[in-house]
Every structure is written in C-alpha cells, then in structure tokens.
Nanobody, 126 residues
C-alpha cells in the first residue's frame, strides 16, 4: 500500500532553515509528480510546491518562492523541501502528496493528488 512519511520538522527561529523529507513506498516513486502542502492553525490547506516525476520541473507558491526549494531523489524514493529564510507565517503542518496520475507535471490542484502523509510540524518562532 502507498505510504508517505514526512520528517524533519521542528522549531526554527525566524531567518533559519529546515529540511523536510518525505519517504515514499508502495508505488513506483519515479513515475509520479509530488507536492508539498501545508495547513496553519485555523487556516485552510495551502499548496506550497510541486515537482515533476523526473525532477526537471518545479513550481512554487508565491509565498515561498525564492526561499523554499523542492527536490527529489528517485533512487532513494524520497522527496525533500529545503526551507530557508523562514518566517513565523511559515508555521504549519507540512505534508507531501502523490499525484493521482503517473507522468503528470507538478499541479497546484489538490484534486490531482490521491495520497498524502500525516505531516510534520514546522514552528517558526523566536
């Protein structure tokens, strides 16, 4: 069965960095685009970033562009999110998502994803 397990969250100071990982299993990871999404307390789900199956194409929400970098290692079945210049408004539960259809590009539409993990908490505070 499909499993997505996020890790790497924690407490960071404003301006600091964190690197999130998403370990994938139960499907051919290299065939599917992946994305990161986040949900802050009391707010709706926000799409953060996406990457194509081969890693060549990436997309970012305007709120994180220039600060976050998405990447993947298909040999290790792992998705990453490098987060730099963190802000308090980045505080949220971050989850990774698997595309519904193989070979698709990185989509901002949550309907294009059919599995996601439990998430890892990121808190940015001084």
């Amino acid at each position: 069965q499909v499993q997505l397990v996020e890790s790497g969250g924690g407490l960071a100071q404003p301006g600091g960095s964190l690197r999130l990982s998403c370990a994938a299993s139960g499907f051919t990871f290299s065939n599917y685009a992946m994305s990161w999404a986040r949900q802050a307390p009391g707010k709706g789900l926000e799409w953060v970033s996406g990457i194509s199956s081969d890693g060549r194409y990436t997309k970012y929400a305007d709120s994180v562009k220039g600060r976050f970098t998405i990447s993947r290692d298909n040999a290790k079945n792992t998705l990453y999110l490098q987060m730099n210049s963190l802000k308090p408004e980045d505080t949220a539960l971050y989850s990774c998502r698997k595309a519904r259809v193989g070979g698709s590009g990185p989509s901002e539409n949550f309907n294009d994803y059919n599995y996601w993990g439990q998430g890892t908490q990121v808190t940015v505070s001084s």
